[in-house]
């Protein structure tokens, strides 16, 4: 059924991606109720094949930590029973989650009384490159299948055994329940330039790539197709001077240390130079729980056991216990900061002051802007919109986090009774 | 203040184009009130300046004509009268519509309580590609300056001294607003590779090309940006078996004849094989209007001194008073011809039955789907939008009909009192 580990050809690429595309029609006229059928019996099925698949994930494990990958890779790449668990509830919520196709955005009349409605359709054919996590390939299918999206995946190759193997389980329940099983395409080569011929491939309607810089650049200067870009979450908080004291050290610690391998983790904390105190005991708080800080002069004035902030450490998202530490001097210097060394992610403010959140909320241009929050919260789960897609970074399309709505696009059904253009 | 026809450096480019990307802070900042008044200033400085800007246009229309330019080019890069008062009502009406930037899409509250509100924000920095039609240049200024969006235009040669002298208005108008007139940057340069430097430049987010196919093959080769393609209208109408024939005859005519260089024309009419009667009737119509016809084997016994409809006829836009005529073995069979040959942009059916109509609108993948009514009624003014940037035939951030709302992007403002991420 997949030629695993067949030679890659640039043929068998274009096949494979041009059958997604005529899946498109038969997808789009998927049913909610076949489609939920097909995620709740997805989840049985991967359940049925755990063993197996675990087996199988085990041999992707072992290879990756004999080859020295980075372990923080190697245990992304790593399912274990409770991953495996959320990866079948995760099938179960999406098939809960209400069908966004054919929902109406908006609807009118013109001044002569033609109908005009505005409806959601599936976005088109998706294309998805990842790394490590094999969660993702049956995340990006059950949404894609939800909006009823053809996908091509393309995932990482120290996960491949465990993707083909999943890939394969969906496949087999696609075809047992009678749908286009043409409309998933699992690349089964581990080749690097297979991206290139990829993003090439103008079959494709998106491109949404989640990965490093490397595959970033690569997919930047390769593309033909749009691309939804899932880039790097550069995030600041800003404790301001109103700033209740306790809040901001939870909030802190929160964004910090809750998971700090995610986009969404603070990277950078910018403290108005009225908190000193708060900046002292904040410090003492990270030497006692082992986070590491990169410090302006003030920040080391105060602690000369901190090492020294540069650019470059600003420009830095350290993706672990590791933080940037700046005093600034008010409101102004600190936006300044964020806008130069943003990324657009996800920025947030502590404040008392409304007329500070309000300022912060205009004018930082980010995804997500936020008040009295931690950044961790920017999520399609802790929003209440379900499961994502991921954090686009991208401006057009959507922007923040990327759930089902954002897997669609939208088509004008209009009806008239013999309307005619006047000019 | 322009460097008219300096020479060409892609260092001068990629200052105007990092200049504009400064101005987006100082353009999303605008309050509606001074970007209305902006556009009705330069209302009045156009009609000051008109006898100017009607002798430079004639200077690049005799121009054209004298280089032996397509007669339909010539016509379109013409500023006539009228022309000149509707690109001066134009700007009014845009100044009256509402401001789509600071609007909320959704707000809603998480299980905890964070508030979350999803709000209008201007779409970035647009890059518009176009050719002939001066008042474009007008057009896409005053919808990009509503919404908040720096712009980068590259007019057509042919046009290249009336857009400069309109650009320079613009930049005078810009300057006494106090408004920031690096946010508006008009390539003065006509070499024909600017187009393949503008859209490799990354401080653009967002590029709208409007042409033929040429450009549009320059552009998808090269774009490192994201695309949002206004491409060609290869619309069909189907006369279905129930069809009221007065009503397909008046919509058919209105959708070929009412203007027919534009996209929204019909260029295919798909006649059921039942509606014998109406074809014949159809035909003799199309003798004594002068509408050129390419038809079928059927439509050709018919009438004998039609020219044969090919696979190559099918797929011509002929912006012009000729189209194909079909005759079509029912419902599938019309589907089957407009899957194979429509480009997406807009398609009808004129039928009495509702559950063709239904069908029809399901089935048929295009950014406008129409039920007894002309192509031509696809427009931002006809749906009671207001000025559009144009139909626009990606399936991403904006299919069909772009206005305002479509140069926006969103941005999530969120209200916490101290949340956190539980898990």
Redesign the interface.
């Known amino acids: 059924m997949l030629e695993k580990n067949g030679q890659y050809t640039p043929e068998a690429l274009g096949k494979g991606v041009s059958l997604a595309r005529r899946a498109?029609?038969d997808f789009?006229?998927l049913s909610s109720r076949k489609k939920n059928e097909v995620l709740l019996l997805l989840a049985e099925e991967l359940i049925a094949g755990k063993t197996d698949i675990m087996a199988v994930n085990q041999m992707d494990y072992a290879d990756a930590v004999s080859s020295g990958l980075d372990p923080a890779m190697c245990d992304r790449l790593l399912l274990t029973d409770s991953r495996f668990a959320q990866m079948v509830s995760g099938l179960r919520e999406v098939a809960a989650l209400p069908d966004p196709v054919g929902t109406g955005v908006s609807s009118?009349?013109?001044?002569d009384g033609?109908k005009?409605e505005k409806i959601r359709?599936p976005?088109?054919v998706v294309g998805v490159i990842y790394e490590a996590r094999p969660n993702v390939t049956v995340e990006v299918f059950s949404l894609c299948l939800k909006a009823g999206c053809p996908i091509v995946l393309k995932g990482g190759s120290e996960a491949f055994r465990t993707n083909m193997r999943l890939a394969l389980v969906i496949k087999r329940v696609l075809e047992s329940s009678g749908v286009n099983a043409d409309g998933v395409f699992f690349l089964p080569w581990t080749d690097r330039n297979v991206v290139v011929d990829l993003v090439g491939n103008?079959d494709l309607?998106?491109i949404i790539p989640r990965g490093g810089a490397g595959l970033m650049d690569i997919v930047?200067?390769h593309?033909?197709v749009?691309?939804?870009r899932h880039d790097r979450g550069l995030c600041h908080i800003y404790v301001a001077a109103s700033a209740?004291e306790d809040?901001a050290l939870?909030?802190v610690m929160?964004a910090k240390t809750?998971?700090p391998s995610t986009c969404n983790s603070m990277e950078t904390l910018l403290v108005d130079s009225k908190k000193e105190d708060f900046l002292r005991h904040f410090l003492s708080v990270c030497h006692e729980r082992g986070i590491r800080v990169k410090g302006c002069g003030v920040t080391r004035r105060l602690d000369p056991t901190v090492d020294e902030a540069t650019n470059e450490t600003y420009d830095t998202e350290f993706l672990d216990l590791t933080l940037n530490c700046r005093v600034v001097d008010g409101f102004d210097q600190a936006l300044e900061h964020i806008?130069k060394y943003g990324s657009g992610h996800t920025e947030a403010i502590i404040t008392s002051d409304v007329r500070e959140?309000d300022r912060f909320?205009?004018?930082v241009?980010?995804?997500?802007?936020?008040?009295?929050?931690?950044t961790?919260?920017?999520?399609g789960f802790?929003?209440?919109l379900g499961a994502e897609v991921g954090i686009s970074t991208?401006?057009?399309?959507a922007?923040?986090?990327m759930g089902l709505a954002e897997l669609t696009?939208?088509?004008?059904?209009?009806?008239?009774?013999?309307?005619?253009?006047k000019s």
């Open positions: 498109l029609g789009s006229m009118w009349e013109n001044a033609l005009i359709v976005l088109g103008t309607d998106v930047t200067r593309s033909r749009p691309v939804l209740d809040m939870s909030v929160n809750s998971r806008r959140a909320w205009r004018e241009d980010a995804s997500c802007v936020m008040v009295n929050a931690s961790r919260l920017h999520d802790a929003f209440g991208t401006r057009i399309h922007r923040g986090t696009t939208t088509k004008y059904q209009v009806w008239g009774n013999g309307h005619l253009r």
